[in-house]
């Protein structure tokens, strides 16, 4: 049981790229979360979803934008990267009662 | 809204010693509250967790009640090992507008020396 996958789980990317994290999740839940984590913060939420086709606005959404096409997949991009964006990034899911968050494993982004 | 608060660390003990970790919530529901471990280079898992009030929640000797009237959720442990070494962060899930989007402290490090 995969649980929660999040490809790439490094990059490194130039000011002015962009790029696409992926989340998947094979447990058939209906939200979906992105977080970033950088030093002293905790977690910061991004976007989320509460089930295929939707989306919300968390609370650092800026310069991100989010596709939920598939139930299973939950995509992040960042149309043109900053350094600002620097951060290790995370992907959760959990369903629609007060169970805990399933985490994937992170991706760290480097942007120079 | 909903916040969690947590003490800031880092926390930093010899092996054996007794651990406290405070947490406390703000929450317009009844929200369910858990502790979650991250240990280095690796996303955030479950620890523990607790749905209603006077609740115990305990894994891998750590342990948590959650405390209504006090709104609170500490963690503790009686004797810590070296492979305890993580940073630990309380969260609230509570239905806040519909859905359940959890909510979690700043988290906090915990080094254990031998």
Redesign the interface.
């Known amino acids: 049981n995969a649980g ?1 996958t999040q490809t790439p789980k490094f990059r490194v990317l130039k000011t002015g790229q962009s790029m696409t994290l992926l989340c998947a999740q094979d447990m058939n839940h209906e ?1 979906m ?1 992105w977080y970033r984590q950088d030093p ?4 910061r ?1 991004i976007h ?1 979803s ?1 089930g295929e086709g939707t989306t919300a606005k968390g609370e650092v959404p800026d310069g991100y934008n989010v596709s939920r096409l598939k139930k299973q997949n939950f995509l992040l991009g960042l149309e043109s990267a900053a350094p600002s964006q620097t951060s290790v990034y ?1 992907c ?1 899911s ?1 369903s ?6 399933f ?4 991706t760290r982004l480097t942007v120079v | 809204g909903n916040s969690v608060t947590q003490m800031e660390g880092p926390v930093t003990l010899s092996e054996e010693a007794f651990l406290t970790i405070n947490c406390t919530y703000t929450a317009t529901g009844y ?2 509250l ?1 502790w ?1 471990v991250q240990y280095p ?6 620890l523990l ?1 607790a ?1 209603k009030a006077d609740d115990k929640g305990s894994n891998k000797g750590f342990e948590a009640t959650y405390r209504k009237e006090t709104t609170s959720f500490h963690l503790e442990k009686g004797s810590v090992q070296v492979s305890d070494s993580a940073v630990y ?1 309380c ?1 609230l ?3 806040s507008g519909g ?4 909510t ?4 906090t490090s915990l080094i254990v020396h031998p």
Request: proline share 6%; aromatic share 20%.
């Open positions: 929660v939200y979360y002293g913060m905790g977690l939420l989320y509460v995370f959760a959990s629609t009662v007060p169970t805990e968050a985490f994937g494993q992170g | 929200p369910s858990f979650y280079g690796e996303g955030l898992q479950l967790k749905t962060f969260a899930s509570d239905k859905s359940y989007i959890p979690f402290g700043r988290g």
